[in-house]
């Protein structure tokens, strides 16, 4: 009995030591990660001291950096040159940040399957299938021609590497112990991975082949009605109505006929084509906007910006600010790319949202034969290319993939008439350029001429710049490279073999919609059209939806006296236009439908709701949980197998001014429903839905619960690294877009003058670090929808209250 217990002991032992000593699928050995000297108990970290000072030795320096680190974390970096500014830049971003640069640069290059294994193949191929890498490698060319671009990205690399060297095991951030892999030395051609992965989350998406669904059973008339290229209600584009287009346009081409039958039914499923991207969520995005001097109480402009974008930690970006000679900026940098990309100077202050420009169009080619060797274009046989992906996965062999090029791009995508992919994907992501000059020129800027010259490099994603410096000019731009386009062209499938199909070039950048210094004395968007149809260019057919544009526009309108707390309230702005637009017409229509206790409580709550979507309404709940269900039931039964929804506007207009329309009749069901029947349906049925999730009506229905905002880890699976749950207000089309997982990932408010004054947030803090007292410090202010005052130093030497400690990084003596 001795000698059985004794093996069952020795067996448990040996047992516990492979699984220490042995990784478990992606997971490490837990024996390192456990380890007291080498494991996850390094990777606390304590709070600074005030008046500490720590050096740094770098022999890639040129002279003495001298980084000032703030009560919030930030880093104020001083430095003598342009190549050690940009090399403490990319030493600190790294110190705070370094798995999320790696993280974010696997994801956008197909590389995630080397530390996860085969859970992530599928997001690998997709990135290669789509030419992400093709696209880096373009861009890493462009902007190794210019010496100034160069010069920053050879010295950011230089100083993440520094800091990678300088690391041992024991030091690797938490979630390379986790998973069991050590950090690579950075890459210039990291920094287009991260931009590249940007442009993939802004102008990243098409509903090319929905549309063409719609197109191929309605027919033009009726998809023109449903899908309009202007908003029906009420739209306040970001270029004032009326604004005079003082130039003489480019000619182009006349619009080809949307024919039918341009993408199949689901008849094939080729294995290696791209899987259809989530749908983009509607009023999501982002706003900006600049007030004139003579609407704010300081005599000068002030520039609000609040990006609408994932809520994560660690926060997507990171704040900084660079002084060096001919330079002194503030403002929030992506990691893993130089410079300041939302910020401000002593002069100037530039905001940025997302234009959603139509840069992702779907080319059908006719190819020869199953080979895919040659394609039909233009009256003649042309051969296409063939780029080789290897993507190396952890746990079994390597996966290659061959991916087949036209001139218009990779062919990954699928109408699902052939048994191989057949749609070529043109897209700005493949377009080589140098967009880093942008934000390197406006961080130097001084003055209007220098914001409108700075833009003239940048290539995309499309963005709304909005600007405001101190000679009193505001402005705003709808820039990037825009393809010169005729009317509609993307709205559907293009026809790869018609030449007249192909991007004709580009719209002048001098051309790209823009205003200064308006009569009204505002410039704002928020993500809505560009221009009124007057501009002479296509941009795109649809945008967000018009009401944080609409809410913005109205306040800024009524505005006097404007300070940066007055804007501030802005970006927390709670009113539902949306609500105030519809519920006149559907609450008298729920009034003449027969109700039980609870949907009669719920209608008096809607009488008397004031419209806002604070925290604790639940009226806000009811109303936010309606609207999909009444839209859902209207399109459903007559727009499915892949076809493209109606636009809230569009549904909207419906309901409002199309009453009798065949649209609310359920053909699913033997009788003949009205406006009226859908409408009293799914007010029940959204109490029913809120009661199954939420139980009985009561203050378990507050919006702020039922909208569970949840700001995960990166990982979105550590779930110990997450945020506490998050009760706020906002929603989707609220000017305070906070959804469950979206919303203003830095607000940012700055009033320019003699010395400007500037106030800023995003949820989570500077470190990427669970263990630092910097993970989560800024969240409860930006919860409440507070800023704090941001500290802008002179320089180095400068006095203030809020500095904590010193980091100073020097050459070696003997170098």
């Known amino acids: ?100 640069m790696d993280l974010q640069t696997r994801a956008a290059s197909g590389r995630l399957s080397e530390i996860l294994g085969e859970r992530t193949l599928t997001m690998d191929l997709q990135s290669r299938r789509l030419g992400m890498t093709y696209g880096a490698e373009e861009n890493i ?61 802004l102008a990243g998406r098409s509903n ?63 294995a290696n084509a791209l899987a259809a991207p989530d749908k983009k969520p509607e009023g999501i995005g982002s706003n900006n906007w600049a007030v004139s001097a003579e609407k704010s109480a300081t005599g000068y402009p002030i520039l609000a910006n609040d990006p609408h974008l994932d809520l994560s930690l660690p926060s997507i970006w990171y ?28 002069r100037v202050a530039w905001g940025v949202t997302n234009t959603d420009a139509d840069v992702f169009d779907l080319y059908k080619i006719n190819f020869k034969d199953a080979d895919r060797k040659v394609y039909w274009h233009d009256h003649q046989w042309k051969a296409t290319s063939v780029r080789e992906e290897t993507i190396f996965v952890k746990g079994r062999a390597p996966v290659k993939e061959q991916i087949v090029y036209t001139h218009h791009g990779p062919v990954t995508d699928s109408d699902h ?23 390197y020129d406006l961080n130097r800027s001084a003055n209007y001429d220098d914001y409108r010259k700075a833009l003239t490099s ?102 006097s006296g404007a300070t940066a707390d007055s804007l501030r309230m802005l970006q927390n702005d709670n009113l539902n236009i949306l609500a105030r637009t519809l519920l006149p017409t559907l609450l008298p229509i729920v009034e003449q439908t027969k109700l039980n206790v609870t949907q009669r409580a719920a209608r008096i709550l809607l ?88 139980g009985p009506m009561s203050q378990a229905w507050q919006w702020g619960q039922v909208k569970n905002t949840e700001i995960r880890h990166l990982s979105r699976s550590l779930a110990a690294f997450n945020a506490p749950p998050v009760i706020s207000g906002g929603g989707s089309g609220i000017v305070n877009a906070t959804t469950q997982r979206k919303g203003p990932s830095w607000r940012m408010v700055v009033e320019l003058g003699r010395q400007p004054r500037a106030f800023g947030i995003y949820p989570g803090g500077q470190s990427g670090n669970p263990g630092s007292p910097f993970y989560l410090n800024l969240l409860p202010k930006w919860e409440a929808g507070e800023l704090n005052e941001l500290v802008f130093l002179t320089s180095a030497g400068q006095q203030n209250p809020r500095m904590l400690y010193s980091l100073s990084l020097k050459k070696h003596k003997d170098s």
């Open 141 to 201: 060319r462009a902007a190794m021609l210019d010496p100034r671009s160069r010069e920053a990205l050879l010295g950011y690399t230089a100083g993440i590497n520094a800091y990678i060297r300088q690391l041992a095991p024991k030091d690797y951030p938490i979630e390379f112990k986790l998973l069991g892999y050590k950090p690579e030395l950075w890459k210039p051609v990291n920094t287009m991975y991260m931009l590249e992965q940007m442009t993939l989350n």
């Open 607 to 694: 009488s008397n709701w004031n419209l806002e979507n604070s925290a604790g309404s639940v009226p806000a709940s009811i109303f936010e949980e309606w609207m999909p269900l009444l839209r859902q039931a209207i399109w459903a039964d007559d727009l499915e197998g892949g076809m493209e929804i109606p636009t809230r506007d569009r549904t909207t207009y419906l309901i409002l001014h199309e009453p009798g329309l065949h649209w609310f009749d359920d053909k699913s069901t033997p009788g003949k429903e009205t406006r009226e029947d859908i409408v009293a349906g799914t007010f029940k049925a959204a109490l029913d839905s809120l009661a199954k999730k939420h």
């Open 1 to 100: 009995m001795k000698f059985v217990k004794v093996i069952f002991s020795l067996a448990i032992t040996l047992g516990l030591v492979y699984i220490l000593d042995n990784p478990l699928a992606p997971a490490p050995a837990l024996g390192p990660f456990l380890s007291p000297f080498t494991g996850f108990w390094q990777n606390g970290e304590k709070a600074a001291v005030t008046g500490d000072e720590r050096l740094v030795h770098a022999d890639s320096l040129h002279d003495e950096v001298i980084i000032r680190y703030d009560d919030t974390g930030v880093p104020h970096i001083f430095a003598k040159n342009n190549f050690d500014l940009y090399f403490a830049q990319g030493y600190v971003t790294a110190r705070d940040r370094l798995w999320q």
């Open 458 to 559: 940048y290539v995309g994603p499309a963005q709304n710049f909005a600007f405001a410096d101190n000679s009193k000019n505001i402005a705003i731009t709808v820039n990037g490279k825009l393809p010169l386009k005729y009317k509609d062209q993307g709205k559907f499938i293009l026809d790869g073999s018609n030449a007249d199909e192909d991007w004709q070039g580009w719209i002048p950048a001098e051309q790209n919609p823009f205003i200064r210094n308006p009569a009204r004395g505002f410039v704002s968007s928020a993500n809505q059209s560009s221009t009124d149809p007057t501009y002479p260019y296509y941009i795109n057919w649809v945008f967000a939806p018009s009401e944080r544009a609409i809410r913005i526009n109205e306040r800024l309108q009524s505005m």
């Open 319 to 346: 704040q900084a600010q660079l002084h060096a000679p001919g330079l002194n900026v503030y403002g929030v940098a992506l990691p893993g790319v130089p410079g300041i990309v939302i910020g401000f100077n002593e």
């Open 208 to 270: 090319d082949l929905a549309m063409t669904h719609v197109l191929n059973h309605f027919g033009a008339d009726i998809t023109a009605n449903l899908f309009p290229d202007y908003p029906m209600v009420q739209e306040s584009p970001v270029i004032p109505a009326g604004t005079p287009w003082n130039f003489e346009p480019l000619p182009v081409l006349e619009p080809v006929a949307a024919r039918t039958q341009r993408g199949g039914r689901h008849t094939f499923h080729p």
């Open 417 to 439: 008439t052939e048994p191989f992919p057949n749609l070529a994907v043109k897209w700005i992501g493949h377009e080589p350029g140098n967009s880093l000059m942008t934000f």
